[in-house]
């Protein structure tokens, strides 16, 4: 019986192994694709340029972003664009100051976002770019931004949808608003929480560098829920074969935010908010369909790998930020538990 008992414990323990190693192996596979490569599909890069730049600050924006005219194919963001992708604007080319360079990546890639002058760029991080632009029907892309002048960010969508369809890929204006809307309401909703959390750990005693770390660890927390969010109304429509009822979206929302430890954070108006969101998704075709959630799954990574940095810099006070990555890890670190203890009996 102990012999067996052995065996099955051991086997475990390389299956677990196997599967770490390969979750590593595929990691670094995934984080290789800025290797200057021309993806096929599209041929060069494509840089699309803010309209209201004057000629210096073109080329300074070029510099910053590490491209010249003959590496890339350019296009230019206006503000009949904005208009005509987010649904909003005067129209006035003065007021497009981000640029962006989009890069196609190959089928199953995913989404990543890389901000070169975070300077420049106020309010919206890296990541907070990524639920919406899988939201508007943007798969498999490597999205770089910059500005060399102070922008709070939110019209560089627009220059990523301007390069897919310089590319010949339509972009659907009914979900690309949405998007904007989605932006726009994680922005809200995350500073609200940072607001409420910063009060909640005034006794905590962390430096400004430990603040900053623990809000951007609170934004991916709200971005992972937008993500689960998602999921749930997806699982459910296709269990059920009809659309979520209002109370079945207020639960979706209120279970995400518990489950990412952001319940004490968030307002009522923060969680109405997002259930206004959430009914959206439901009735704008495409955002919860099998594609967009596999990029969904992508993104999702590199959420929790953005609070699991994070709560490890933080360490005690950390360990209280983990949420769904702690849930997530729990089945496979009482199985390490069981089988370290298991081979500490046998010394004994």
């Given amino acids: 019986m102990k012999l067996h008992k052995y065996i099955l414990l051991a086997g475990l323990g390389l299956s677990l192994g196997a599967g770490l190693i390969s979750q590593t192996i595929a990691h670094a596979a995934s984080s290789s694709s800025d290797d200057g490569a021309i993806n096929e599909r599209w041929g060069k890069p494509t840089f699309v340029a803010g309209a209201g730049l004057n000629q210096t600050q073109l080329s300074e924006t070029m510099n910053k972003l590490g491209v010249t005219q003959d590496n890339v194919k350019t296009e230019q963001a206006t503000g009949a664009d904005l208009v005509k992708y987010l649904g909003y604007g005067s129209g006035d080319d003065s007021v497009m100051l981000s640029s962006v360079v989009v890069n196609r990546e190959d089928q199953g890639k995913g989404i990543n976002v890389k901000i070169l002058t975070p300077e420049n760029i106020t309010q919206i991080t890296a990541d907070q770019y990524k639920n919406p632009l899988v939201t ?59 607001n409420k959390a910063n009060e909640q750990n005034d006794n905590q005693n962390l430096t400004d560098s430990e603040k900053e770390k623990a809000d951007e660890a609170y934004k991916a927390q709200l971005n992972q829920t937008l993500v689960d969010i998602k999921k749930e109304l997806a699982d459910l429509k296709e269990k059920q074969g009809e659309l979520a009822t ?76 983990k949420g769904t990555l702690e849930n997530n890890q729990g089945f496979f670190a009482n199985l390490w538990q069981q089988i370290k203890g298991f081979f500490s009996g046998l010394t004994n």
Avoid: H, M, W
């Fill in 136 to 194: 508007a029907g943007i798969t498999d892309a490597t999205v770089k931004v910059a500005s060399v002048v102070k922008v709070t960010g939110e019209s560089a969508l627009t220059g990523v949808y301007k390069a897919f369809e310089a590319n010949g890929e339509t972009v659907d204006p009914e979900r690309a608003q949405l998007a904007q809307t989605e932006l726009d309401t994680t922005s809200d909703v995350s500073q609200s929480v940072v």
């Fill in 246 to 321: 209002k109370a079945d979206v207020e639960k979706i929302v209120n279970d995400a935010l518990a489950k990412n430890n952001l319940s004490d954070y968030v307002t009522t108006d923060d969680v109405n908010k997002l259930v206004s969101l959430a009914e959206k998704y439901q009735t704008t075709d495409g955002v919860l369909d099998k594609e967009s959630i596999a990029q969904l799954d992508k993104i999702s990574d590199d959420f929790k790998g953005t609070v699991n940095k994070l709560s490890d810099q933080l360490g005690s006070f950390g360990d209280s930020l």
